[in-house]
């Protein structure tokens, strides 16, 4: 059973923080290229962060550049968003996503929603004063 769970959101107040984890269960994320992604309500999905299997290569888009960190523990399988200085336009069900690669050492991230074959249930993020 290949699944990946959320955990970590919540209320948090316009310049808060919150970290939210994705475990995967299952399978090992050693050959997993990693995304967050979110979706705030009548909106579509949107990327926010991606990472390659390991510690090579990562991308954020740019409404969350310089606030948010992505990192991984593959040893715990898990990985991680650190979301700093929240602004209200953060608001969204945030959802984690797995990519198989040839090699966990690969350098490649993903900035589309359809590259993806594995997807957690989200995790509500409200941000709001």
């Known amino acids: 059973q290949l699944q990946l769970v959320e955990s970590g959101g919540g209320k948090v107040q316009p310049g808060g923080s919150l970290t939210l984890s994705c475990t995967a269960s299952g399978f090992s994320l050693d050959y997993y290229a990693m995304g967050w992604f979110r979706q705030a309500p009548g909106q579509e999905r949107e990327g926010v962060s991606y990472t390659d299997t390991k510690v090579g290569n990562s991308k954020y888009a740019d409404s969350v550049k310089g606030r948010f960190t992505i990192s991984r523990d593959n040893v715990k399988n898990m990985v991680y968003l650190q979301m700093n200085n929240l602004k209200l336009e953060d608001t969204g069900v945030y959802y984690c996503?797995?990519?198989?690669?040839?090699?966990?050492?690969?350098?490649?991230?993903?900035?589309?929603?359809?590259?993806?074959?594995?997807w957690g249930q989200g995790t509500q993020v409200t941000v709001s004063s």
């Open positions: 996503a797995a990519r198989k690669e040839d090699s966990y050492s690969g350098s490649y991230y993903y900035t589309e929603s359809s590259e993806y074959e594995y």
